[in-house]
């Protein structure tokens, strides 16, 4: 895949990521706090966890970005 | 006293989620979804400014540069922004910050926890710290 035929740069695509990710991931913390069952919990630690794994693909497009422009 | 603060950002899920938050730990909180709403609502006795980057009339750096001057024309005493950014931290970014006296910026999504050390570090320092 050609990096110049994306639509939005990976500046853009990090900073378009990270703002739906604001919500997914602050709201799962705050209901992490809320009196949840074990089974509960867990839903809302899978929800923290895989969030967590979209935010560092967010932080590996910058990363892709600075190598490219070497 | 508990802290009373201005939280300015055009999404309403990150307004809403910063607002519980800072609701949770038990701060008063008015909110602004623009830069203009902002600086209607700067003269009130804030304790601390949470300012988004981009916002649909004017971005946060200029509201915040405007609230400064306010600040000064009215003789308060400039109170912490924290620029709670999607944006990642750059040099530009920082330069930025500096020329619109901008205390702090933090790229979301920010744990609950740091956010907390920063805000009460902004609280406790005075005067402001630079970055």
Redesign the interface.
């Known amino acids: 895949m050609e990096i110049v035929n994306l639509p939005l740069s990976l500046?853009d695509l990090?900073?378009?990521l990270?703002?739906?990710?604001?919500?997914i991931?602050?709201?799962a913390?705050?209901l992490r706090?809320e009196n949840l069952t074990f089974a509960q919990k867990n839903y809302v630690n899978d929800i923290i966890q895989s969030?967590d794994a979209l935010?560092k693909l967010a932080?590996r497009l910058?990363e892709a970005k600075k190598l490219a422009s070497l | 006293m508990m802290p009373y603060v201005l939280l300015v950002d055009d999404d309403p899920i990150t307004l809403y989620v910063h607002h519980q938050m800072l609701k949770n730990w038990g701060y008063t909180v008015d909110c602004a979804v623009n830069g203009n709403q902002a600086i209607a609502l700067c003269l009130n006795s804030y304790d601390l400014i949470f300012m988004d980057c981009g916002l649909p009339d004017i971005d946060g750096f200029t509201a915040s540069k405007t609230i400064r001057e306010l600040e000064n024309i009215h003789q308060i005493a400039p109170r912490p922004i924290i620029m709670l950014s999607a944006y990642t931290h750059t040099e530009q970014l920082q330069a930025e910050c500096i020329a619109a006296n901008i205390n702090c910026f933090i790229t979301k999504p920010v744990s609950f926890e740091i956010l907390k050390n920063i805000v009460s570090d902004c609280l406790n320092t005075t005067p402001i710290k630079s970055l």
């Open positions: 500046r990090s900073h378009e990270r703002t739906p990710l604001t919500g991931l602050g709201n913390v705050l706090d969030g935010l932080n910058l």
